[in-house]
């Protein structure tokens, strides 16, 4: 395949001998690398190199003026701005900052296009006040300092152009209008050079006018990358403004444009693939690159539309690629060092003393932060704690001595001052040098970061505008996401990975695309300008129009000289993301040429539905052992239970002691809650042990509820705040339930019936005899409460849940250790048998007390002959528990043998 640049240095060559004596100007630094590659490839004799230069150094040597960076223009123009009399109310820098950006690309856009800026901003603020039309004659202060802003705006013009020119300074803009007032100067004292452009689609008035200067100069000449196919058709937006040149330029009413081809209607093979993610376009992008060979791979391009695909599909890339040129930088902000200090600045933005312990977790949660500290520690105590704000004298507390000096500068009191927060961040970069191991892209990241701090300082000292850390933190995302970290590689050898604007001038015979999707490529319409469309349409400035005329022609220019083309995108919607393919695959679809080969497809992932093995944990010796272990300590009814839902998490529980990831409650957790209501009832009820209650009794107990309740709340959720939000509420519940429970009691007592508490949270332990077990079996578990009621002894469970009174009824005793819909009744025997154990009786009752179904009662166990049976019995006698017994040791038999598995539960 021969390349535009190969082709355009044929026709030169043919036409001038000495090329050494040119000067090549091309859209981009990057085009002029791969000219000096083929003319080395090509030059047959040694010769010194042409000059070759991008047309922004053009312009800038043209202009005499250094293009100031976008930063200090920021803070510039505000001094400007602040200067301007004629301005009457002055906006914050955080203010003007908000908006200043847009208005600067706008001036920018007067400049390139060479408008009448007094013409132009006068229509402009005619406009503004155009959009007000409705408003009443008595204008508020508000849109009357609006409206003089708008017209205002030249002055605020001319005194920035001069105070950037009195520096030899300039924005882009003004840079190209000085270029294009200075071109005839230039050409005086260098008009015996040749000078050829190469490559050139969308020009600004700027450019034209200058290029339209050199022209003029019978030798100095220009090459358009165009092809006949979209020459011809008047309609394509590809040739949109090659054809406005045709028409407007002076030299083409009699000379005839260099090197237009007809590369486009050549055989091609074209595959547009759907794919369900971005993941899914990086994993088909890295399976067709392994397929290559080296060869193909030296001829492929992967042009990523969306250039935050960069990273991801790097670390994709098969083995077989083992030469990769990216002419794309990573974005800054897209680092662990970076996304740290952002959170840094956000928790100091504040401005307290304490700290959030979801903030502080955030930051020590960070990779960056176990280089200054042990992170761990500090992360689990918080945890322990179970406080939701710190002090940096509580961090250091719970830190080791060695990390105090460090945690004083991650929390350290910053006084909300900018400049202390810039000084305190380039000490946190020393620290992290001085502990980064020998990865060369984390020093790269903290030399670019120390350089955004240094300059924050610089332009904070010289302007005194960055008052709050508000704006500080805007200037760093700013600064970070316009940051780049540049790879290295070999420039004209192996897979070249480059975004859209990257590929002009350049061809390669396979090009694969990603996320050619409608929104990304063209991008869609942008409303970041205050002109409006009918003003650019006025002025002649480009519009949506020619931004997606831009997009088209790179799109195509891809397309010029390829013969294998991959158009991949997401068919999936979502967020922003509609899942719609680009226009310009529908419009390869419909316009179908005759000598393309079209092909669609849909790439899914392979779904393969196998069979889940159900889980089976043989029973080692260890294992054994272990179930010795508890069966002598005592099988708790909970743990019981639990080997009925599943006797997998049995074993994670209770076999491998398997917890739960410990988090700090900051809303009261739903066991945290039960236990608390659990240890009050302990506390209140324990002194009326063995006494009859009374209605005084009771009454009393109400009065300390309130006092009982916070004194729980204290031991169970230290450090929590249940004086507001959520907790707050959880709080009245507690003491609700409390307080339902005691009025039920003193209800019962006024009617006539009498209650007399026997035990109070008792720990109760009874040996079950199994003979086929060769070690001691026992059940241990703690009573909420046993009581007489009118005599009659009741066994009772509190739950803070709502059981009803289904859950505790029993039809067939075989069903119990096997269905844990019978749990409740399940755990109510076993406590039933541990106290028949420890204090025999003759009949009893026990049920369960709901917190949430206290309208029903005390809910009694009860056996009926058919589930739909009204009749049931609800004593529990000697019988009953021997029954209860039998399955039971049914139960436990089949925990300790060594030959039955655990088995996991079908769901």
Known sequence: MQTFLEETLQLIEQKQENLSSCIFILPSKRAGGFLKNHLRKQTQKTTFLPKIISIEEL???????EIIDTTELLFKSYEVYKNTKAIAEKESFEGYASWAITLMNDINEVDRYLLDPKQFFGYLGSIKSLERWNVTSERSSFIKNYLDFWKQLPEFYFNLKETLLKEDIAHQGLVYREAAENTEYYLQANGERKHVFIGFNALNTAEQQIIQAFLEIEHNSIYWDAENHFVDNTKHGASLFFRRYLKEWKMYKD??????SNNFDQPKDITSIACSKNSAQIKYAGQLLEQYSQEKLNSTAIVLADETLLLPLLHSLPNNVTQVNVTMGAALKNFPIAVFFETWLAIHKKGSDTFYFRDTLKLLGSPVASQLLNSQQ??????QQNRS?????????ISAEKDSTN????????ETSPQRALEILGKIIFELQTTTTNNVVEKVVLHKLFGIMEQLLALGKKYDHISNLSTLIELFNELIASTTIDFKGEAFQGLQIMGVLETRVLDFENVIVLSVNEGVLPSGKSNASFITYDLKKQFNLPSYIEKDAIYTYHFYHMLHRAKEITLLYTNFSEGLNSGEKSRFILQLEIEGHPNHTYIEKVVTPNISIQQKEVTKIEKTEKVTQRLVTIATKGFSPSALTSYIRNPIDFYYQRILKVTEFNEVEETVAFNTLGTIVHDT??????PLVNYPLTKEVLENLQEKIAGEVTQQFSINFQGGDISKGKNLIIFEVAKRYVENLIAQDLTEIENGNTIEIVHIESDLTHTIDIPELSHPVNIHGKVDRVDLYNGQLRIIDYKTGNVQQADLDLVNWEELPIDYKYSKAFQVLTYALMLYGNQPFDVAQAG???FKNMANGFLKFGTKDSPRSRNKNQEITRETLELFSEELKKLILEICSPEIPFTEKEV
Not at 681 to 686: I, M, N, P, T, V
């Open 59 to 65: 312009i800038e040597e043209l202009s005499g003026l």
């Open 681 to 686: 009832l302990e506390q209140l009820y324990s």
């Open 407 to 414: 945690l004083q500068l991650l929390f350290g009191n910053i």
């Open 848 to 850: 369960i007390i709901s």
């Open 389 to 397: 704000h710190y002090t940096l004298a509580q961090l250091q507390d």
């Open 378 to 383: 500090v992360t689990q105590a918080i945890t």
């Open 255 to 260: 000379n005839t444009p260099r090197l237009i």
